[in-house]
């Protein structure tokens, strides 16, 4: 092939060609937006080589609604290609492209990173520390998820999409089935943004365990700083799996060894394990921050202390425990015998009781309350019943013997729809409204966020809902077509007039984005809502240092507490604070961590081994570093502090 | 709140209308006694969770209505409430009792599924070799001697015992009104035991991806009485041509082919992968060539424990 042959893509459509010349213009206007206003050392001081939690924060939340942007496109493509019967809008390679990329961008490149940016803004605060155990390997672990995203993206215009599914089941996804790189982007990026989620494991760990504010013991930290301690533990176990799996995978594609192909002693069935030993409990590491979200929005808003902390305590350990040991359930029809099928069919069930733990809990944190109905709180409340029809179809899902008939249909994609989005979509949305006071210094407007509430939770259940149905008629999923006699067709328009519906509600969170930036009143308190954690306790917009004062906790609702009973928080006096400096070697690493992952999925050694000399540079460079950090004088914090004062 | 519950009737409804009433659903519109089973745990498990649902919406509707602000007066504090012991129990115990009888169900009727159906043990079942090739279905008749592709016909009333495995990507076996499906893998041979109880046309395909024309790798299933099925084997007999090496050869190739009928099978010159060395290594070191019927017997009784032949 000619050098540059490999980078066409393989199978060019009209969309191809256009979304090229969008994705060129869109970076000409970015660089010469930059240069003309003269941003790019802001760019680079405040933002690129940023070791501030809260602001990489920002940048994960920016990110992951680009991406959610990118994966509700593909969303769109897919139910209006299916729309109709034998519908010729896209072509079968066209389409398995693109439910694969909406797949892998929805949960890898947008529901995580949307949790991890809320958790970086947040569970700081609410622990009431100045900053992440290790400020300067958030950096890292962003920009490596950052580049992971890009090295993804770019396959769609570069060298051709994956194509196998997000599940990338062996042997389709080898070489044998699958010869464009597609898969190889699949592996890699995968790969580099993986290892920059488990990094952030080990950090909030650490975090969470190690800088928690004097008195704060464990069964007094907010439930949502329980939910991120929990998801970071399964991620410190889950994602080895997937880093072996893909790399295994990346030998098989670019060095000929055959692990998950047929000959030579290779196993499909050991791609499927290793996928689902990761990737089962990965779908909790974006659910039980959900969990989190929505105990302290409904105690906000229901205005009452969450009912039954320490079972809700209880019953996130449990699932987290029990997600580890379901993973066969997601190919009982792989062979494996009554037997194996009748226990995972069991451990499966069993993660209803303590979900319902959770559900019942929440409806009795409601119960004689004073309910606000703001935007977080809609959402909240909109997920109890939504995400109760999506758990009791899972329990449906899990008896093996029903399973043969909803495998792989339909019904399987209304069910996993209905526990994600209101268990992740709905909840960063409603996180993300709720917390966007504080990351911003001025809130959203209710108004216009009720109308995107109704268009999304309407819009939601008339795309899902028929989906139940179409899959109990047989309708398989994935199926790009499907022909007129199978009675399909006005079902499925009905799923797209749904998808039309949700869309306006996503773009309607735009227009509030822009429409409060400019309008709302940056007049605020420090604690809008009326909320009762720590994070409502210090200025906002928040400074550098987050507290003054290091603040002091003598129950899980200690700011509720300080304001309803007088308890004092800020009990010490103004002290010089050391903060981490800023720094440009993660932002540079992950570059070179990008050209790296570019060159593999085109195996061109020279360069790849160059990016990893490069990469191994970095990481010696910051090992003979002598960087200490710095103090924050009295003085400057006593100022701060009194401007901030002052503004309210 | 009580405009989105309206909408949800609605369209409940309208689906329902849509789909229910002409034909039923596949799935539930059973016409063998392995989907009849499957239909059966379908029902009893939206009954069940029928009941979780609405004991949730019962609480849920009840909170919002009852405890909304605007119905309190201002001054209203609401209290501080731990939690209850007695209400956690319940809460914990119910599910478990209904988790417990849906796990017994599942295990009997898994068993049941995965075993000759019910009703047909005391006939030898009729063995079909199903195979996927990139976008087709091979279906070889060893007792026959005859093989067919993109089509199926099997006699009623009798038990049949498919042999499933792939020449490419992992397909899935499914034919929705006479049971669920089965995975077909290269590497190892799979058994879905199915029988049709009425004479009739179903629809049968791949459900699992497999590139590109996989929304198109169907097939017809011909259930036909003993009498008429035995007709349609002599018919064959007597006018389909022997599939040759090559021809099989050329029917691999990715790509959809229309239907086709041969005599003789595919499984004399590309045997499937079964027994000790057919690609998936169970670990034995045991090199000797076995007689291939026992190697069989092993295999089925390692993938479908219990099975019994
Ligand atoms: C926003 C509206 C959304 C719509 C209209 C939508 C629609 C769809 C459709 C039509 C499919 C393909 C079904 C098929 O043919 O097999 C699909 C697959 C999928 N969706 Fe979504 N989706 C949405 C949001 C999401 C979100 C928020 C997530 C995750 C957090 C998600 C995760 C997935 C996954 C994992 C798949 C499977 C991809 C695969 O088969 O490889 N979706 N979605
Ligand atoms: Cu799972």
Not at chain 1, 393 to 412: C, E, I, P, R, W
Not at chain 1, 547 to 571: H, I, N, R, Y
Request: proline content about 5%; charged content about 15%; glycine content about 8%.
């Amino acid at each position: 092939m000619d050098y540059f042959d490999r980078f066409a893509v393989p199978h060019p459509s009209p969309a191809i060609y256009a979304s090229m010349v969008a994705i060129g213009l869109t970076m000409i206007a970015v660089v010469a937006g930059i240069t003309y206003f003269k941003k790019w050392g802001y760019l680079w001081r405040e933002w690129l080589t940023t070791v501030d939690h809260k602001r990489i924060g920002i940048m994960y939340i920016l990110a992951a609604l680009l991406m959610l942007f990118r994966g509700g496109v593909d969303a769109l493509m897919m139910r209006a290609q299916t729309a109709i019967p034998d519908n010729g809008l896209l072509d079968g390679q066209h389409y398995n492209e693109v439910f694969t990329t909406h797949g892998v961008v929805m949960i890898l490149f947008m529901a995580m990173p949307f949790i991890i940016g809320l958790m970086n803004i947040v569970t700081p605060l609410q622990v009431g520390a100045r900053d992440v155990a290790f400020p300067r390997l958030n950096a890292v672990s962003f920009w490596l998820f950052f580049m992971g995203a890009m090295l993804f993206n770019i396959s769609f215009v570069v060298g051709g999409s994956p194509d196998a599914g997000w599940t990338s089941y062996f042997p389709l996804a080898g070489n044998d089935f699958s010869e464009s790189v597609g898969s190889n982007y699949y592996a890699i990026s995968l790969q580099i943004a993986g290892i920059g989620t488990l990094m952030t494991g080990i950090n909030f760990i650490v975090t969470i365990l190690k800088m928690r504010a004097p008195g704060m013991t464990l069964m007094k930290m907010p439930m949502f700083t329980w939910s991120i301690l929990i998801t970071n533990f399964i991620i410190v176990f889950a994602f080895p799996v997937l880093t072996v799996a893909l790399a295994l995978m990346t030998m098989d594609r670019l060095f000929g060894t055959q692990f998950f192909t047929m000959a030579n002693g290779g196993s499909d069935m050991l791609w499927a394990n290793l996928f689902w030993v990761w990737g089962h409990p990965e779908v909790y590491i974006v659910i039980l921050p959900a969990f989190g979200i929505y105990s302290e929005i409904i105690s906000t808003f229901a205005r009452r202390n969450l009912y039954g902390y320490n079972s809700m305590v209880i019953s996130m350990v449990a699932i987290s425990t029990l997600s580890f040991i379901v993973w066969a359930h997601h190919f009982y029809t792989m062979g494996h015998g009554a037997m194996v099928n009748g226990i995972f069919s069991i451990t499966t069930m069993a993660i209803a009781v303590p979900t319902g733990v959770k559900i019942f809990n929440w409806l009795f944190t409601l119960w004689k309350g004073k309910i606000v109905f703001t935007v977080p709180m809609l959402y909240s409340l909109a997920f109890i019943p939504i995400f109760t029809l999506g758990g009791v179809t899972g329990v449906m899902l899990a008896m093996a013997s029903a399973d043969y008939q909803y495998h792989n249909t339909m019904f399987l994609v209304a069910h996993f729809h209905y526990v994600l989005i209101p268990g992740t979509v709905f909840a960063v949305l409603a996180g993300f409204t709720y917390w966007w006071p504080k990351m911003f210094g001025f809130m959203l407007s209710e108004k216009i966020g009720k109308w995107s509430f109704w268009f999304i939770i309407i819009g939601f259940n008339v795309t899902f809902f028929p989906m139940f149905i179409t899959g109990l008629d047989g309708q398989a999923r994935r199926m790009y077509t499907y022909s007129e006699s199978t009675g399909y067709g006005p079902l499925n328009m009905l799923s797209f007039v749904g998808a039309i519906g949700l869309a306006i509600g996503f773009a309607l969170i735009v227009y509030n984005i822009y429409w409060s930036t400019r309008y709302a009143s940056r007049n605020i308190s420090n604690d809008p809502w009326d909320a009762r954690s720590l994070e409502w306790a210090t200025h906002t917009p928040i400074p550098e240092y987050n507290f003054a004062v290091v603040p002091t906790v003598d129950s899980t609702e200690a700011f509720w507490d300080s304001k309803k009973k007088g308890f004092k928080l800020f009990g010490g006096k103004v002290e010089k604070i050391h903060m981490p400096n800023n720094s440009g070697v993660p932002f540079i690493m992950s570059c070179i961590f990008f050209v790296w992952g570019f060159a593999l999925v085109f195996s061109m050694w020279i360069i790849a081994i160059i990016a990893t000399i490069g990469i191994f540079a970095c990481m010696i460079h910051r090992s003979f570093e002598k960087d200490h950090g710095r103090y924050i004088s009295v003085e400057e914090i006593e100022e701060t502090e009194n401007k901030l004062r002052g503004a309210k | 709140m009580k405009i989105k519950w309206a909408l949800l009737t609605i369209l409940f409804t309208i689906a329902t209308v849509l789909t229910g009433c002409d034909n039923p659903l596949m799935v539930l519109d059973p016409k063998g006694p392995v989907a009849a089973t499957q239909a059966d745990v379908i029902m009893i498990s939206i009954w069940t969770m029928s009941f979780v649902v609405l004991v949730v919406m019962v609480l849920y509707i009840f909170m919002i209505m009852k405890y909304r602000a605007s119905k309190q007066r201002d001054d209203y504090e609401p209290p501080h409430i731990e939690g209850s012991k007695v209400l956690e129990i319940i809460w914990v115990a119910i599910p478990i009792l209904i988790v417990a009888f849906l796990s017994v169900v599942t295990v009997k009727t898994t068993n049941e599924v995965e075993a000759t159906p019910k009703g047909y043990g005391d006939q030898e079942p009729l063995v079909i070799y199903a195979s996927s090739s990139n976008w087709k279905w091979h279906f070889s008749y060893p007792e026959e001697d005859i093989e067919t592709v993109n089509y199926l016909f099997i006699p009623t009333n009798r038990p049949i015992e498919f042999k499933l495995y792939s020449f490419g990507p992992i397909s899935s076996f499914w034919i929705p009104q006479l049971g669920g499906q089965k995975y077909a893998m290269s590497d190892m041979v799979n058994t879905l035991h199915l029988a049709a109880d009425v004479p009739g046309e179903y629809m049968g395909r791949n459900s699992n991806f497999s590139g590109s024309g996989f929304a198109q790798q169907t097939f017809n299933v011909n259930a036909l009485s003993a009498k008429e099925y035995d007709k349609w084997v002599d018919e064959i007999k007597a006018t389909a041509k022997p599939i040759t090496e090559e021809k099989f050869n050329e029917l691999l190739k990715p790509g959809h082919v229309g239907q086709s009928t041969y005599t003789g099978t595919h499984l004399e010159f590309s045997p499937a992968p079964e027994g000790e060395n057919a690609g998936h290594d169970h670990g034995s070191s045991d090199t000797e060539e076995n007689d291939s019927k026992d190697t069989h017997e092993e295999h089925s009784e390692h993938s479908n424990m219990n099975h019994d032949h």
